[in-house]
C-alpha cells in the first residue's frame, strides 16, 4: 500500500473527448518547454562563442520561465500533483550524496 501524500490542488473540471482540451495543451506545451529547455542546456554547455553564448542563454531564460509559469499553471488547475515527501528518505539521500563529497577535487565543499 502506497502512503504517499498527494500535494495537489482541486482538479478543473474539462471536457473529455477527442479533441485537445486546455489540459491536454497545457501537458502538451509544458512537455516541450522541459525537451527545448534540455536542448538549450546542452547547447549553452557547448557554445563556443561569447555572443552565441550569450544568445542562447537568453533563449534558454525566456523558455525555462515559460516552463515555470505552465507548471504553475497546471499545479493551480489540479492538473499536476507532486509527491510529498518522506522525511525519512530525505534524510537518507542527503547522507547518501554527502557521503560522495570527499570525491570532490578540491575538499569537502558541502556544508
Known sequence: MNNQQKIQNPKTQVPESPTMNDRDL???LLSMEKYMTASYSTALNEASHDSLYQDLLSIFTETQNQQRQLF????????????????????????????????????????
Open 26 to 28: 497545457a501537458n502538451d
Open 72 to 111: 504553475e499553471l497546471m499545479f493551480q488547475q489540479g492538473w499536476y500533483s507532486l509527491e510529498a515527501a518522506d522525511q525519512q528518505k530525505i534524510q537518507q539521500s542527503f547522507q547518501q550524496h554527502q557521503s560522495y563529497s570527499n570525491q570532490f577535487p578540491y575538499g569537502n565543499i558541502i556544508q
